[in-house]
């Protein structure tokens, strides 16, 4: 058996000849990009279409230097460190054939509780022009109720009273603002790359809710130099597990420590907003374009809000992956009843996109049996993400009067996986930032249904709505008097 090879610069050369790599000469590439948040996602995304960049067109002057604010990225941190920045990126085709690419456009790494100020001093510095976000859902910090910036939130507290030793991301933009404000630097692009709503108008809305009380003297400065587009992101991207690490090196003979796997389906849509100029990401397949509300729209609604249907209804049967979900022929016929039936009416003028074949590539993409996307993941910090990917499509079709039975459905269904349970006797952790809220909800309505219902920072005032309460309290008993293939099966009946 021959022996794998360290991923690393020097390495590089001595690759084999069925690993794609970088070309391009990674001394000269100049860093114009700070990343917060390296996790997988952004590796499979942003930072492969920087990659493409380089490697196709001699663009160098688009560098990534990444940066980890939480103690929990020192890990990636060192990975990267001790790998030069470089890591694989395997492509899992829907036929099973697997590709691998070195990705090496990530070219500085920074770890923010060594050295905070050293962060600081890289946002501020003039050569950056964009600071790009991954920092999940719940990292933008608004009271899903309210709306408004959560200033209860210890570590903002602390950012607060400490603003050179900052915790949070928007205790760091806000110091490194200040630095370029008050050094006559101009100002830069901040680009969410999370799978929010209008992610752009949030990251603006948060910093500056931040900075109108950190920091009131920025708040003019920032609304005339820095600009923060919208854009839809979007690439199944799994999380990495030992037997990814073990196929690259039966396969590939690459020794890496933290590869990505992802499908082989990429898009990225950008409003063209950028206050310092921006890579030509176009001509690697990215779409710059006026308005990006309908296609975040027909992503979050169809794509992320497919994704927690099957994560629900396969988390109670039992099923550990996406795919088993996607295959099961109950949970599919539910699944494009309430893509069709629910959210599709809710997208309005689309264009010339073809819907139903974004529908039928959804299908297919949950199907592919070699992603093993873990429905754990899916289901982790839901109550992020139901608010966001279900719950517009509710609101739209109660002010329409269109149906919403399947979604108050998977809202039952969601209510009953906070038992922590499935119907096989198996145990599972709730893992989310409310997650005690989660579970006692839960409990109480095995006696009080409507209790679920009452998490204000999830459901606003939906309680108020009978129409959509009557839908859900119809589901939760069902769902706690029989199982969940059953209650699918008669929902796909009842309203086919």
């Known amino acids: 058996m021959k022996t794998s090879i360290a991923l690393n610069q020097e390495n590089l050369a001595i690759m084999p000849p069925n690993v794609s790599k970088p070309s391009y000469n990674r001394d000269k590439?100049?860093?114009?990009?700070?990343?917060?948040?390296?996790?997988?996602?952004?590796?499979?995304?942003?930072?492969?279409?920087?990659?493409?960049?380089?490697?196709?067109?001699?663009?160098?002057?688009?560098?990534?230097?990444?940066?980890?604010?939480?103690?929990?990225?020192?890990?990636?941190?060192?990975?990267?460190?001790?790998?030069d920045g470089l890591y694989t990126l395997v492509t899992?085709?829907?036929?099973?054939?697997?590709?691998?690419?070195?990705?090496?456009?990530?070219?500085?790494?920074?770890?923010?509780?060594?050295?905070?100020?050293?962060v600081i001093e890289k946002m501020a510095n003039p050569d950056i022009k964009i600071i790009s976000l991954t920092i999940t859902e719940g990292g933008y910090n608004l009271n899903e109720a309210t709306g408004e910036f959560d200033f209860s939130n210890p570590v903002i507290v602390e950012d607060m009273k400490n603003p050179m030793s900052p915790k949070t991301v928007f205790g760091y933009l806000a110091q490194a603002m200040k630095l370029r404000m008050q050094r006559g630097f101009p100002g830069c692009?901040?680009?969410?790359?999370?799978?929010?709503?209008?992610?752009?108008?949030?990251?603006?809305?948060?910093?500056?809710?931040?900075?109108?009380?950190?920091?009131?003297?920025?708040?003019?400065?920032?609304?005339?130099?820095?600009?923060?587009?919208?854009?839809m992101v979007d690439r199944i991207t799994p999380v990495t597990v030992a037997t990814d690490i073990t196929?690259?090196?039966e396969e590939f003979l690459i020794d890496d420590q933290w590869p990505v796997v992802c499908e082989p389906f990429i898009q990225w849509v950008i409003e063209d907003k950028f206050a310092a100029g921006r890579p030509a990401w176009e001509k690697v397949g990215a779409q710059f374009v006026e308005n990006v509300?309908?296609?975040?729209?027909?992503?979050?609604?169809?794509?992320?809000?497919?994704?927690?249907?099957?994560?629900?209804?396969?988390?109670?049967?039992?099923?550990?992956?996406?795919?088993?979900?996607?295959r099961d022929e109950d949970f599919k016929v539910f699944l494009r009843a309430f893509m069709d039936e629910e959210?599709?009416?809710?997208?309005?003028?689309?264009?010339?996109?073809?819907?139903?074949?974004?529908?039928?590539?959804?299908?297919?993409?949950?199907?592919?049996?070699?992603?093993?996307?873990?429905?754990?993941?899916i289901c982790l910090e839901s109550s992020a993400k139901f608010p966001i990917f279900l719950l517009p499509t509710v609101k739209a079709q109660l002010e329409n009067g269109g149906n919403f039975g399947r979604a108050a459905f998977v809202v039952a269904a969601w209510c009953k996986y906070n038992d922590g349970v499935d119907e096989?006797?198996?145990t599972y952790t709730i893992e989310d930032a409310i997650s005690n809220e989660l579970i006692r909800a839960a409990a109480l309505s095995h006696q009080e249904p409507i209790r679920f219902l009452e998490i204000d920072t999830v459901f606003g005032n939906l309680k108020a709505n009978k129409t959509f309460v009557d839908a859900f309290l119809k589901s939760l008993k069902m769902l706690r008097s029989k199982k969940v293939k059953a209650c699918v099966q008669e929902m796909n009946g009842v309203l086919a």
């Open 92 to 118: 899992k085709e829907l036929d099973g054939s697997l590709s691998a690419k070195v990705i090496g456009s990530i070219v500085e790494f920074l770890f923010a509780p060594e050295n905070p100020i050293a």
């Open 343 to 377: 959210a599709s009416p809710t997208l309005g003028d689309l264009g010339g996109i073809d819907l139903e074949k974004y529908k039928d590539s959804l299908i297919e993409r949950f199907q592919n049996i070699y992603i093993k996307d873990l429905i754990s993941r």
């Open 29 to 83: 590439v100049k860093t114009s990009i700070v990343h917060i948040g390296v996790g997988n996602f952004h590796r499979s995304h942003e930072a492969y279409y920087t990659n493409e960049l380089m490697e196709r067109y001699g663009v160098l002057d688009c560098g990534i230097c990444g940066v980890g604010l939480l103690d929990y990225d020192r890990r990636i941190y060192n990975i990267l460190k001790d790998q």
């Open 247 to 249: 196929k690259l090196q």
């Open 424 to 426: 096989n006797g198996n």
């Open 189 to 231: 692009t901040i680009q969410s790359c999370d799978n929010i709503q209008g992610n752009g108008n949030v990251a603006k809305k948060s910093l500056l809710n931040y900075v109108e009380k950190a920091e009131p003297e920025l708040v003019e400065w920032i609304e005339e130099n820095v600009s923060f587009p919208n854009a």
């Open 293 to 326: 509300v309908p296609f975040e729209n027909m992503k979050l609604r169809l794509l992320n809000a497919g994704h927690s249907v099957l994560g629900m209804l396969g988390a109670l049967h039992g099923y550990n992956t996406i795919d088993e979900a996607a």
